[in-house]
């Protein structure tokens, strides 16, 4: 069995967009559809017209990685979600390998670990990613910050959008509030420690431009959710 997945590639003036939809249509796993939302992009559009007969492209109004990925959720037809920032990269097996992962524990919800790559390609630093001994010691980790990086992620769309999918009025961090949502809805995550993307560090990314206003959020869903998580790890042993 191989049930869609739906890769969403949300787009904003990022020339490496070209790169991250090659990377998706290189996917050896058969059961994809790409979709590519451009969020009001104003530069680089010339980066996507060679694969408009290749990939569904939805056009918006400027709205935030959040409003792009959900948007592209909503109008998936996929089983399962895989989302792809337009300057990282899947390796061509990324499908292959996790979704027979996720299949063979009846996982909803899926995360590797990554290699880092710079502005040229190259890769700095190998095989990174979060190792803890259970999943106490993961959920315990999300207190203090977000170890699982979203591009990674594969999870089952039905549950998504049962939970609530991204809060939009999260700019940055809108992936660590899903996940600790996620684990506060007795979601199990599961991790595969298998290098399965590579993900790009570079001078324009907005993990660098935007560090005050990502610290703002994420004390915001640290003082949400503390107590909530801190209970749920001692119901975990942790």
């Known amino acids: 069995m191989n049930p869609r997945v739906s890769i969403i590639i949300p787009f904003y003036n990022d020339p490496y967009v070209g790169q991250a939809i090659t990377s998706a249509l290189e996917q050896t796993y058969p059961n994809v559809e790409i979709i590519v ?29 959040a409003s792009a990925l959900n948007h592209g959720i909503r109008l998936a037809s ?19 390998v996790q979704i027979p992962f996720m299949l063979s524990r009846n996982a ?35 207190r203090h910050g977000n170890p699982i990086n979203g591009c990674t992620v594969v999870a089952q769309k039905e549950m998504l959008l049962q939970v609530g999918i991204f809060h939009e009025a999260l700019p940055y961090t809108h992936d660590y509030d899903l996940w600790v949502r996620l684990i506060l809805s007795r979601v199990h995550f599961h991790y595969l420690d298998q290098p399965l993307i590579q993900y790009r560090w570079h001078n324009r990314m907005g993990t660098l431009k935007h560090r005050p206003a990502i610290e703002q ?14 209970a749920y790890v001692r119901e975990l042993g942790g």
Do not use: C
């Not at 017209?49 to 939805?58: E, G, S, T």
């Not at 959020?217 to 801190?230: C, D, G, K, P, V």
């Open 37 to 65: 939302v451009d969020d009001g992009s104003t530069q680089h559009l010339d980066q996507i017209a060679p694969y408009m007969n290749r990939v569904h492209y939805i056009g918006k109004a400027n709205g935030g990685t």
């Open 78 to 96: 996929g089983e399962y979600i895989a989302w792809l920032s337009s300057d990282d990269i899947f390796y061509p097996h990324k499908l292959s």
């Open 108 to 142: 909803s919800i899926s995360f590797s670990a990554f290699d880092l790559i710079d502005e040229h390609n190259r890769i700095t630093e190998y095989h990174v990613g979060p190792r803890f001994p259970n999943v106490a010691s993961l959920y315990g980790a999300m």
């Open 217 to 230: 959020e994420i004390r915001l869903i640290q003082s949400s959710y503390a107590h909530s998580l801190e």
